[in-house]
């Protein structure tokens, strides 16, 4: 749907027309709505057939029997216009047909039909009313139920009171557009203050540094172009437009971009921002920083420009389990209170006051009480509201995740063209969503499925199918890839599964949530390996384990990135940013803030991204880094090293410890005696604890435990911090990557190893796709880049704000080689070489800013 709020115009699908809901809609879940399509074509196919027999004559169709009937028109209501066009399946003389598939048996009672089935019945009588209004006054047409089991057709006529119910669909989208009229006018009078109460060095530009760096593809139009406005192109690759935004940690990032943001916002640039982060806590600071930006200003009269009177509508998004109020989470609509029939319960429930009125709160809480009072779904509840705001916080899944991606892009009057897309974290994107788009099949959830299906005395092919599956799974050896034999046979069976799922529909409550869930997998399965735009490895990881591995993502995420007004990719590492941008399917040239748009040298470059690298004097000569030459960390040979490694661990605290006792050189506050030593993996961190111990260490060493709670990790760093005398943290985890206690308080960091990914068959097909670049160039985009990247993350932790210093060792004699080295963050790029104990020595006992 596209509507233009200046002309009061509305073009939409008459698809789309009908099923246009303000409330509770069907989710979507399970097979119904993830085969619905393929189902449709099928039948729809063999209905045309039937057709063609029954009004062939002397071995020619009559001529007044047609199918795929365009029809459009224009429709005038309450001061909106709105255009449809859409197709009929098929028409024979003044007779419309319209052919829906549907799971249940047939034939069923017409108020049943109509009841499950609301949207097929308005959507043929909008065609019959378009039909009208161009003045064809005998039209009558008829709605084709077909089953999809067996093929058993029945047909139901259309009334005048269908006719009617366009009439009351169009004052539902009237009184929605007049919502986003409103929305609109919230939007322009929005107040909103600063996130800082002063700026930090390097903020003071970074607003105008954002506009010109997304300003050259949002919105210069070409008749703007031919104006010749200098140095502001039209983007080759309109409407989409990416800034990779970097900035370290403690920069600011989240409050500098929601600014802009907001400003986008109010000037009418954009009609909505999406905030995607992997991680909740980043979704709270969000949420916690707007409040702060908008919050109205007390001290001032109320008037009709305060924030008061103009609210920014924000909704952050949880996940579907979260807001379950079930003891079991299982989304099947028949068997839960809260879902069954809720549509019909929604418009008396209240839970409108949720969009309608801004002063309610909207945590998940609150929400999960409304929804046991009204009976109603809570995730429903969020459904039905996010259209009516302005801001959506989430997960990177609700819009890169395919089965997740639906809550966003179905939403009524969503148009990624109008929205400026945040990611952050931005690093972790191609990782997400390649792991968002590969699977996983196992034997043994195979045969738990199988069990149950002969439970419930599931249709014969299914269950042979099943079994079927469940031998191949068997016969199946680790591999690191497979053989073209026996991947035909592979996809020969999901489809077939697939196929039979729908076609012989099952009790989904009775099966339960784990089973479903595994059946319903094979669909995506078939997806998986039908998709052509992926890079893929299917692999058997142990014995009836089979693997469906995504190794690259770009071209999915690019897709997906490309239909958006504005996107901002920000993180602190996305450095080196041509290769990033590949990752994340952008194609085009670096430009350096010299060359930003703006500049009269930018000028004849056309570039689906720009890379915006933000300014942070403060940062210079924070670090004082040595690489250590005395050690590899290699696999092969870092066990003789142990020893080296421990006693270097000893030396880092003896001189952290020394500094602090002497007060020389360290004018933070706060800083505590313990030493941050970051590993590439939890085994190593163990061998060289159990080293220490070995030699008679008496150092209180901390190592990381696996806690999944952010809360648990940053009471585990407050008290290690206080207690021990190392700690011992995993490159990579959140550990290393969320938590933000360390800047100011750890002074001796120690690298050990640049954590570069361990081999594997997934790490050999993504060589395998990267062939064409040369071993080089492959090994450093596999293995480098993310080994270093998580280097760069872990020390930018350790200096968060100006007059913060670290002093770190690299420890190993790989960072000191060109390729390694290239890819440290240029913080970290001038370094000492450590060649021997007196070199150690010399360099502990300086100071850091020498």
Not at 254 to 283: D, H, M, N, P
Not at 744 to 755: D, F, N, W, Y
Request: with cysteine; hydrophobic share 40%; glycine share 8%.
């Amino acid at each position: 749907m596209h509507f233009s709020l200046e002309t009061k115009t509305v073009t939409l699908s008459v698809g789309d027309f009908a099923g246009f809901s303000l409330g509770p809609q069907d989710s979507g879940g399970g097979p119904q709505g993830i085969w619905r399509a393929q189902l449709g074509q099928h039948w729809h196919n063999e209905l045309q057939k039937r057709t063609e027999q029954e009004f062939t004559v002397a071995g020619a169709l009559r001529p007044d029997v047609k199918f795929e009937v365009p029809i459009q028109g224009r429709l005038l209501h309450r001061g909106w216009t709105y255009e449809l066009q859409g197709r009929i399946d098929q028409q024979i003389g003044d007779t419309l047909r319209e052919i829906k598939s549907v799971m249940r048996p047939l034939p069923a009672e017409e108020t049943a039909l109509r009841a499950d089935y609301p949207a097929y019945f308005l959507q043929l009588a909008a065609y019959v009313v378009l039909r009208r209004t161009q003045g064809a006054k005998t039209t009558r047409a008829e709605l084709i139920f077909v089953e999809a089991g067996s093929g058993l057709a029945q047909t139901i006529t259309l009334t005048p009171f269908d006719e009617a119910l366009v009439f009351h669909q169009l004052d539902i989208l009237g009184d929605f557009l007049n919502q986003q009229l409103r929305a609109t006018a919230r939007r322009r009078s929005l107040q909103f203050r600063s996130p800082f109460a002063s700026l930090r060095p390097g903020q003071e530009t970074i607003q105008s540094d954002l506009s010109s760096a997304l300003r050259p593809f949002a919105w210069v139009s070409r008749s703007e172009n031919q104006g010749q406005t200098p140095g502001r192109q039209q983007a080759a690759t309109a409407p989409s437009s990416v800034v990779l935004f970097e900035a370290p940690t403690g920069y600011g990032k989240t409050g500098c971009v929601l600014e802009y943001a907001l400003g986008q916002l109010k000037a009418g640039r954009f009609a909505r921002l999406i905030w995607l982060t992997g991680k909740s806590t980043g979704q709270i600071q969000v949420m916690h920083t707007l409040r702060q930006m908008t919050a109205p200003d007390l001290s001032l009269p109320p008037s009709p420009l305060s924030p008061a009177a103009t609210p920014l509508a924000v909704w952050q998004v949880r996940n579907k389990a979260e807001h379950c109020v079930n003891h079991t989470f299982h989304c099947v609509r028949d068997s839960c209170d809260y879902l069954r029939d809720c549509a019909e319960r929604w418009p008396g429930s209240g839970l409108a006051r949720f969009h309608l009125d801004d002063r309610e709160a909207r945590d998940l809480d609150t929400l999960k009480a409304a929804g046991r009072a009204a009976t109603i779904c809570p995730y429903e509840i969020t459904r039905a509201a996010l259209p009516f705001n302005d801001v959506w916080i989430g997960d990177f899944n609700y819009v890169f995740a395919p089965d997740n991606r639906g809550l966003f892009f179905d939403q009524p009057g969503f148009d990624p063209a109008e929205t400026l897309l945040v990611i952050d974290e931005a690093h972790n994107l191609p990782s997400r969503v390649a792991g968002a788009y590969s699977h996983r099949a196992t034997e043994s959830e195979a045969h738990l499925l199988l069990a149950e299906l002969d439970h419930l005395s599931a249709p014969a092919p299914l269950v042979l199918a099943v079994e079927a599956w469940i031998r191949l799974l068997a016969s199946l050896q680790p591999a690191e890839s497979l053989d073209p034999i026996t991947e035909a046979e592979i996809r020969d069976l999901v489809e077939s599964i697939v196929k039979l799922t729908t076609t012989h529909p099952l009790d989904y409550a009775a099966l339960g949530p784990v089973h479903s869930e595994t059946l319903w997998s094979f669909a995506a399965l078939a997806n998986f390996m039908a998709d052509p735009t992926l890079k893929k490895l299917i692999w058997v990881a142990r014995p009836g384990q089979l693997e469906f591995t995504c190794v690259d993502a770009a071209a999915a995420i690019g897709a997906t990135l490309k239909p958006f007004g504005g996107a901002i990719l920000m993180s602190a590492t996305l450095f080196p940013y041509a290769e990033f941008a590949e990752s994340c399917g952008l194609n085009g040239v670096e430009v350096e803030p010299a060359l930003r748009a703006g500049s009269a040298r930018a000028e004849p470059a056309h570039l689906p991204y720009t890379t915006l690298v933000a300014p942070t004097p403060w940062r210079a000569g924070a670090y004082d880094v040595a690489v250590d030459l005395r050690v590899s960390t290699t696999y092969r040979d870092r066990a003789s090293h142990h020893p080296t490694t421990a006693a270097t661990i000893a030396a880092l605290h003896e001189a952290a410890t020394g500094k602090i006792a002497s007060g020389e050189g360290w004018p933070q506050a706060g800083v505590c005696r313990c030493v941050a030593v970051f590993f590439p993996s939890y085994a190593y961190a163990e061998s060289i604890q159990k080293t220490l111990a070995d030699y008679g260490s008496v150092l209180r060493v901390a190592l990381q435990p696996k806690l999944p709670d952010l809360a648990a990790q940053t009471a585990w760093v407050e008290e290690n911090l206080a207690l021990s005398d190392v700690l011992f943290l995993v490159l990579g985890s959140s550990f290393a990557e969320g938590i933000d206690l360390l800047g100011g308080r750890v002074t001796h960091a120690m690298v050990v190893g640049p954590a570069l990914p361990e081999v594997n068959a997934v790490q050999k097909a993504r060589m395998d796709v990267l062939h064409d670049l040369g071993r080089d160039a492959a090994f450093r985009r596999v293995y480098q880049i993310p080994g270093l990247q998580k280097v760069n993350q872990g020390l930018g932790r350790l200096v968060r704000a100006p007059g913060q210093k670290a002093k770190v060792l690299l420890h190993c004699r790989r960072f000191a080689e060109p390729s390694y080295a290239a890819l440290l963050a240029a913080d970290y790029q001038l370094y000492r070489e450590i060649g021997d104990e007196s070199d150690l020595r010399a360099w502990l006992a300086g100071h850091c800013d020498e």
